[in-house]
Protein backbone atom coordinates (compact mmCIF):
# COMPACT_ATOMS: atom_id res chain seq x y z
CA UNK A 1 0.00 0.00 0.00
CA UNK A 2 1.37 3.57 -1.21
CA UNK A 3 2.31 5.55 2.27
CA UNK A 4 -0.16 8.38 2.68
CA UNK A 5 2.52 10.99 4.01
CA UNK A 6 4.51 10.96 0.94
CA UNK A 7 1.76 9.82 -1.79
CA UNK A 8 2.03 13.28 -2.80
CA UNK A 9 5.49 13.48 -3.89
CA UNK A 10 5.26 13.10 -8.08
CA UNK A 11 7.62 15.05 -9.69
CA UNK A 12 11.34 16.20 -8.13
CA UNK A 13 11.42 19.58 -10.36
CA UNK A 14 8.45 21.93 -10.44
CA UNK A 15 8.18 24.88 -12.82
CA UNK A 16 7.73 28.21 -11.31
CA UNK A 17 5.64 30.16 -12.94
CA UNK A 18 5.71 33.71 -13.53
CA UNK A 19 4.91 37.06 -15.28
CA UNK A 20 2.34 38.77 -12.76
CA UNK A 21 5.00 41.58 -11.00
CA UNK A 22 4.79 44.91 -12.29
CA UNK A 23 7.83 46.89 -13.67
CA UNK A 24 9.60 48.10 -10.31
CA UNK A 25 9.09 52.09 -10.15
CA UNK A 26 11.04 54.72 -12.31
CA UNK A 27 13.18 57.59 -10.69
CA UNK A 28 10.37 60.24 -11.15
CA UNK A 29 7.16 57.54 -9.82
CA UNK A 30 9.37 56.18 -6.99
CA UNK A 31 10.05 60.26 -6.52
CA UNK A 32 6.28 61.00 -6.10
CA UNK A 33 5.64 58.60 -3.28
CA UNK A 34 8.41 58.78 -1.37
CA UNK A 35 7.13 62.77 -1.65
CA UNK A 36 4.11 62.22 -0.61
CA UNK A 37 4.44 61.67 2.84
CA UNK A 38 5.99 65.06 3.00
CA UNK A 39 3.12 67.00 1.95
CA UNK A 40 2.75 69.01 5.21
CA UNK A 41 3.83 72.53 4.26
CA UNK A 42 6.20 72.98 7.71
CA UNK A 43 7.95 70.08 5.67
CA UNK A 44 9.21 72.70 3.13
CA UNK A 45 11.93 74.47 4.58
CA UNK A 46 13.53 70.85 4.88
CA UNK A 47 13.13 70.00 1.21
CA UNK A 48 16.88 70.06 0.74
CA UNK A 49 17.68 67.33 3.16
CA UNK A 50 14.52 65.33 2.01
CA UNK A 51 15.90 64.89 -1.17
CA UNK A 52 19.55 63.82 0.04
CA UNK A 53 17.41 61.14 1.97
CA UNK A 54 14.93 60.46 -1.36
CA UNK A 55 18.47 59.83 -2.90
CA UNK A 56 18.77 56.76 -0.14
CA UNK A 57 15.58 55.41 -0.28
CA UNK A 58 15.91 55.10 -4.13
CA UNK A 59 19.41 53.52 -3.69
CA UNK A 60 18.02 51.47 -0.78
CA UNK A 61 14.98 50.15 -3.68
CA UNK A 62 16.73 49.83 -6.22
CA UNK A 63 19.30 47.71 -4.71
CA UNK A 64 16.68 45.58 -2.91
CA UNK A 65 18.30 46.03 0.00
CA UNK A 66 15.65 44.66 2.46
CA UNK A 67 17.57 43.40 5.66
CA UNK A 68 20.45 46.23 5.68
CA UNK A 69 21.79 44.11 9.09
CA UNK A 70 22.59 40.64 8.43
CA UNK A 71 24.29 38.19 10.88
CA UNK A 72 25.75 34.46 10.14
CA UNK A 73 22.94 31.56 11.15
CA UNK A 74 25.28 29.73 13.36
CA UNK A 75 24.87 26.40 15.22
CA UNK A 76 21.93 24.69 14.65
CA UNK A 77 20.70 25.90 11.04
CA UNK A 78 20.86 23.89 7.69
CA UNK A 79 23.64 26.57 6.41
CA UNK A 80 25.73 28.41 9.83
CA UNK A 81 26.85 30.19 6.95
CA UNK A 82 24.14 31.94 5.77
CA UNK A 83 23.26 35.61 6.16
CA UNK A 84 20.12 36.16 8.42
CA UNK A 85 18.46 39.27 8.83
CA UNK A 86 19.51 40.43 12.80
CA UNK A 87 16.06 41.70 13.24
CA UNK A 88 14.54 38.19 12.33
CA UNK A 89 17.11 36.24 14.42
CA UNK A 90 16.17 38.65 17.74
CA UNK A 91 12.50 38.03 16.93
CA UNK A 92 13.00 34.32 16.62
CA UNK A 93 15.13 33.89 20.18
CA UNK A 94 12.07 35.93 21.87
CA UNK A 95 9.86 33.08 20.49
CA UNK A 96 12.05 30.47 21.85
CA UNK A 97 12.24 32.16 25.22
CA UNK A 98 8.26 32.48 25.30
CA UNK A 99 7.87 28.86 24.37
CA UNK A 100 9.70 28.10 26.97
CA UNK A 101 8.08 30.69 29.11
CA UNK A 102 4.62 29.01 28.67
CA UNK A 103 5.99 25.46 28.80
CA UNK A 104 7.27 26.31 32.67
CA UNK A 105 4.89 24.98 35.23
CA UNK A 106 6.07 27.74 37.74
CA UNK A 107 4.89 31.26 35.70
CA UNK A 108 1.53 32.14 36.17
CA UNK A 109 -1.26 31.13 33.91
CA UNK A 110 -2.06 33.83 30.98
CA UNK A 111 -4.38 34.50 28.92
CA UNK A 112 -4.49 36.61 25.39
CA UNK A 113 -7.48 38.74 24.99
CA UNK A 114 -7.63 40.06 21.52
CA UNK A 115 -9.79 42.64 20.60
CA UNK A 116 -10.77 42.70 16.74
CA UNK A 117 -12.68 45.81 16.41
CA UNK A 118 -10.98 48.18 14.25
CA UNK A 119 -12.96 51.00 16.15
CA UNK A 120 -11.33 53.39 19.03
CA UNK A 121 -11.92 56.89 20.42
CA UNK A 122 -8.43 57.93 19.29
CA UNK A 123 -9.66 58.11 15.54
CA UNK A 124 -12.82 59.42 13.29
CA UNK A 125 -15.15 56.97 15.29
CA UNK A 126 -14.67 59.07 18.21
CA UNK A 127 -15.78 56.27 20.11
CA UNK A 128 -15.00 52.86 22.06
CA UNK A 129 -15.88 49.30 20.27
CA UNK A 130 -18.10 47.43 21.91
CA UNK A 131 -15.65 44.65 21.34
CA UNK A 132 -13.49 46.54 23.92
CA UNK A 133 -16.13 47.14 26.24
CA UNK A 134 -17.00 43.38 26.40
CA UNK A 135 -13.31 42.54 26.32
CA UNK A 136 -12.79 44.19 29.94
CA UNK A 137 -15.79 41.96 31.24
CA UNK A 138 -13.41 38.93 30.16
CA UNK A 139 -10.54 40.71 31.81
CA UNK A 140 -12.55 41.54 34.86
CA UNK A 141 -13.54 37.81 35.20
CA UNK A 142 -9.77 36.57 34.92
CA UNK A 143 -8.44 38.65 37.07
CA UNK A 144 -10.99 37.13 39.99
CA UNK A 145 -8.88 33.69 39.49
CA UNK A 146 -5.57 35.74 39.38
CA UNK A 147 -5.10 34.68 35.62
CA UNK A 148 -2.37 37.25 34.19
CA UNK A 149 -4.33 38.69 30.75
CA UNK A 150 -2.20 40.18 27.72
CA UNK A 151 -5.10 42.93 25.99
CA UNK A 152 -4.36 42.94 22.20
CA UNK A 153 -6.07 45.70 20.76
CA UNK A 154 -5.98 45.74 17.04
CA UNK A 155 -7.63 49.22 16.51
CA UNK A 156 -3.96 50.56 17.60
CA UNK A 157 -3.28 50.30 13.63
CA UNK A 158 -5.71 52.51 12.74
CA UNK A 159 -4.80 54.92 15.37
CA UNK A 160 -1.06 54.56 15.50
CA UNK A 161 1.59 56.50 14.08
CA UNK A 162 3.53 53.87 11.59
CA UNK A 163 2.49 50.69 13.38
CA UNK A 164 1.57 48.38 11.01
CA UNK A 165 -0.08 44.65 10.30
CA UNK A 166 1.37 44.15 6.83
CA UNK A 167 -0.33 41.53 4.62
CA UNK A 168 0.40 38.32 4.07
CA UNK A 169 2.45 37.57 0.78
CA UNK A 170 1.45 34.16 0.35
CA UNK A 171 4.38 32.19 0.25
CA UNK A 172 3.06 29.68 1.70
CA UNK A 173 1.32 28.99 -1.37
CA UNK A 174 4.61 28.41 -3.48
CA UNK A 175 5.46 25.85 -0.92
CA UNK A 176 5.04 25.68 2.65
CA UNK A 177 8.80 25.76 3.43
CA UNK A 178 9.20 29.23 1.91
CA UNK A 179 6.96 30.43 4.86
CA UNK A 180 8.87 31.24 7.88
CA UNK A 181 8.05 31.12 11.52
CA UNK A 182 8.38 33.41 12.78
CA UNK A 183 7.54 35.32 9.10
CA UNK A 184 10.54 36.79 7.42
CA UNK A 185 8.85 38.57 5.17
CA UNK A 186 9.10 41.57 7.29
CA UNK A 187 10.37 43.90 7.97
CA UNK A 188 11.83 45.00 4.14
CA UNK A 189 13.44 48.40 4.39
CA UNK A 190 13.81 48.53 0.51
CA UNK A 191 10.14 48.52 0.30
CA UNK A 192 9.96 50.63 3.58
CA UNK A 193 7.74 47.77 4.99
CA UNK A 194 8.83 48.20 8.22
CA UNK A 195 6.96 49.02 11.69
CA UNK A 196 5.64 45.62 11.50
CA UNK A 197 3.41 44.99 14.41
CA UNK A 198 3.40 41.02 14.13
CA UNK A 199 6.82 40.89 15.25
CA UNK A 200 5.62 41.37 18.87
CA UNK A 201 2.68 39.57 18.24
CA UNK A 202 3.89 36.52 17.67
CA UNK A 203 5.69 36.14 20.97
CA UNK A 204 2.26 37.60 22.50
CA UNK A 205 0.29 34.24 21.35
CA UNK A 206 3.69 32.42 21.99
CA UNK A 207 3.43 32.90 25.79
CA UNK A 208 -0.43 32.99 26.28
CA UNK A 209 -2.03 29.31 27.27
CA UNK A 210 -4.75 30.13 26.17
CA UNK A 211 -6.41 33.20 23.31
CA UNK A 212 -10.16 34.81 24.22
CA UNK A 213 -10.99 36.93 20.97
CA UNK A 214 -13.86 39.55 21.04
CA UNK A 215 -14.73 40.61 17.67
CA UNK A 216 -17.69 42.06 15.56
CA UNK A 217 -18.63 40.81 12.40
CA UNK A 218 -17.83 43.66 9.02
CA UNK A 219 -19.87 43.04 6.13
CA UNK A 220 -20.25 39.30 7.39
CA UNK A 221 -16.36 38.72 7.86
CA UNK A 222 -13.84 39.71 9.96
CA UNK A 223 -12.58 43.00 10.67
CA UNK A 224 -9.63 44.04 8.80
CA UNK A 225 -6.85 44.34 11.58
CA UNK A 226 -7.80 41.07 12.80
CA UNK A 227 -7.79 39.47 9.36
CA UNK A 228 -4.39 40.50 8.73
CA UNK A 229 -3.02 39.23 12.02
CA UNK A 230 -5.40 35.86 10.93
CA UNK A 231 -2.90 36.09 7.51
CA UNK A 232 0.28 36.44 9.35
CA UNK A 233 -0.40 33.45 11.42
CA UNK A 234 -0.48 31.13 8.77
CA UNK A 235 3.40 30.93 9.32
CA UNK A 236 2.70 29.18 12.39
CA UNK A 237 0.57 26.25 10.87
CA UNK A 238 3.84 24.72 9.27
CA UNK A 239 6.20 27.21 8.73
CA UNK A 240 9.40 26.69 8.15
CA UNK A 241 11.91 27.85 11.30
CA UNK A 242 15.22 27.52 9.42
CA UNK A 243 15.35 30.29 6.44
CA UNK A 244 19.31 28.79 5.73
CA UNK A 245 17.37 25.53 4.41
CA UNK A 246 15.76 27.36 1.72
CA UNK A 247 18.67 30.16 1.02
CA UNK A 248 16.84 32.65 2.30
CA UNK A 249 13.20 33.48 -0.34
CA UNK A 250 14.64 30.61 -3.07
CA UNK A 251 11.09 29.18 -4.52
CA UNK A 252 12.85 26.30 -6.61
CA UNK A 253 14.73 25.30 -3.34
CA UNK A 254 11.12 25.75 -1.11
CA UNK A 255 9.61 23.47 -3.50
CA UNK A 256 11.85 21.03 -3.32
CA UNK A 257 11.80 20.80 0.40
CA UNK A 258 8.35 20.22 0.48
CA UNK A 259 8.03 17.49 -2.09
CA UNK A 260 10.80 15.67 -0.23
CA UNK A 261 7.87 15.32 2.51
CA UNK A 262 7.11 18.21 4.57
CA UNK A 263 5.77 17.68 8.09
CA UNK A 264 4.12 20.97 8.71
CA UNK A 265 4.40 21.55 12.40
CA UNK A 266 2.04 23.44 14.30
CA UNK A 267 4.14 25.72 16.27
CA UNK A 268 1.00 27.12 18.92
CA UNK A 269 -1.18 23.62 18.89
CA UNK A 270 -1.77 23.04 22.49
CA UNK A 271 -3.08 26.55 24.03
CA UNK A 272 -7.02 26.92 25.00
CA UNK A 273 -9.66 29.02 22.85
CA UNK A 274 -12.62 31.28 23.64
CA UNK A 275 -14.56 33.71 21.18
CA UNK A 276 -17.11 36.20 21.24
CA UNK A 277 -18.70 37.33 18.04
CA UNK A 278 -21.20 40.21 17.92
CA UNK A 279 -22.86 41.76 15.80
CA UNK A 280 -25.98 44.01 14.07
CA UNK A 281 -27.70 42.46 11.74
CA UNK A 282 -26.14 39.37 10.13
CA UNK A 283 -23.28 37.41 9.87
CA UNK A 284 -22.21 36.30 13.53
CA UNK A 285 -22.87 32.45 13.10
CA UNK A 286 -20.38 32.13 10.07
CA UNK A 287 -18.01 34.58 11.54
CA UNK A 288 -17.68 32.69 14.63
CA UNK A 289 -17.60 29.41 12.97
CA UNK A 290 -14.87 30.35 10.52
CA UNK A 291 -13.28 31.68 13.46
CA UNK A 292 -13.57 28.03 15.76
CA UNK A 293 -12.68 26.25 12.51
CA UNK A 294 -9.50 28.57 11.30
CA UNK A 295 -7.91 27.85 15.89
CA UNK A 296 -8.83 24.37 15.08
CA UNK A 297 -7.38 23.48 12.36
CA UNK A 298 -3.79 25.52 14.36
CA UNK A 299 -4.33 22.47 16.95
CA UNK A 300 -5.65 24.75 19.52
CA UNK A 301 -8.33 23.37 21.86
CA UNK A 302 -11.63 24.56 21.76
CA UNK A 303 -12.65 25.69 25.83
CA UNK A 304 -15.68 24.42 25.49
CA UNK A 305 -19.24 25.05 24.28
CA UNK A 306 -19.97 27.95 26.62
CA UNK A 307 -16.17 29.52 25.52
CA UNK A 308 -18.06 30.03 21.83
CA UNK A 309 -20.46 33.09 22.05
CA UNK A 310 -22.53 34.63 19.01
CA UNK A 311 -25.07 37.16 20.09
CA UNK A 312 -26.57 40.66 18.26
CA UNK A 313 -26.61 43.32 20.56
CA UNK A 314 -29.12 45.79 19.21
CA UNK A 315 -31.07 44.15 16.43
CA UNK A 316 -31.72 45.92 13.70
CA UNK A 317 -31.42 49.46 15.82
CA UNK A 318 -29.91 52.59 14.95
CA UNK A 319 -25.90 52.62 15.17
CA UNK A 320 -26.05 55.68 17.11
CA UNK A 321 -27.84 53.76 20.31
CA UNK A 322 -25.22 50.41 20.18
CA UNK A 323 -23.46 50.85 23.31
CA UNK A 324 -26.91 51.73 25.05
CA UNK A 325 -28.13 48.65 23.77
CA UNK A 326 -24.73 47.07 25.24
CA UNK A 327 -25.96 48.80 28.42
CA UNK A 328 -29.45 47.17 28.85
CA UNK A 329 -28.31 43.74 27.55
CA UNK A 330 -27.22 42.19 31.41
CA UNK A 331 -27.60 38.75 29.96
CA UNK A 332 -24.83 39.19 27.33
CA UNK A 333 -23.00 41.14 29.79
CA UNK A 334 -23.30 37.70 31.62
CA UNK A 335 -22.45 35.20 28.59
CA UNK A 336 -19.15 36.95 28.24
CA UNK A 337 -18.47 36.21 31.96
CA UNK A 338 -19.31 33.29 31.09
CA UNK A 339 -16.83 32.72 27.94
CA UNK A 340 -14.08 33.95 30.33
CA UNK A 341 -14.79 31.80 32.96
CA UNK A 342 -14.66 28.45 30.58
CA UNK A 343 -11.52 29.27 29.13
CA UNK A 344 -9.99 29.78 32.65
CA UNK A 345 -11.37 26.31 33.53
CA UNK A 346 -9.26 25.22 30.17
CA UNK A 347 -6.83 26.99 31.60
CA UNK A 348 -6.55 25.14 35.07
CA UNK A 349 -7.78 22.01 33.10
CA UNK A 350 -4.42 22.69 30.52
CA UNK A 351 -2.11 23.20 32.79
CA UNK A 352 -2.54 20.25 34.98
CA UNK A 353 -2.08 17.94 31.58
CA UNK A 354 -6.04 16.84 32.67
CA UNK A 355 -7.32 18.56 29.19
CA UNK A 356 -4.65 16.98 26.64
CA UNK A 357 -5.20 13.52 28.14
CA UNK A 358 -8.70 14.02 27.02
CA UNK A 359 -7.48 14.75 23.67
CA UNK A 360 -7.00 11.96 20.92
CA UNK A 361 -2.94 11.53 19.88
CA UNK A 362 -3.82 10.95 16.41
CA UNK A 363 -2.11 11.05 12.91
CA UNK A 364 -3.83 13.06 10.08
CA UNK A 365 -3.55 10.98 6.29
CA UNK A 366 -3.23 14.26 4.85
CA UNK A 367 -1.12 16.54 6.38
CA UNK A 368 -1.09 20.26 5.09
Known sequence: MKDLKTSHVRQTVIEIR????????????????????????????EDSSLERLEDIAWQAYS??????FTQKAGVGYADPEYDLSTEWMATKQRLEAAQLQWADSKTPSRVLLICGS????GTCPGEISKSFRLLEIARETLALDNIQTDVLDLSRITSEYGLNIHPCKGCVSTAMSLCNWPCSCYPNHGLNQTHDWMAEIYERWTAAHAVLIVTPVYWYQSPS??????DRLVCADGGNPDPTATSGKNPAKAKALEMKGWDYPKHLAG?????IVHGDVAGIEGSRR?????????????AGVMAR????IGYFEPYANSH???????AVQEEARNVARAVCKAVLELRSGRLQDLQPVLTSPRPK
Request: net charge positive.
Open 18 to 45: KGQAPAPLTRSAFSIRFRARFIDPAYRT
Open 118 to 121: ARND
Open 309 to 312: LDRY
Open 271 to 275: RAYGL
Open 63 to 68: EGRKAP
Open 324 to 330: DALDLDV
Open 290 to 302: SLSDWLDWMGFID
Open 225 to 230: PLKLMI
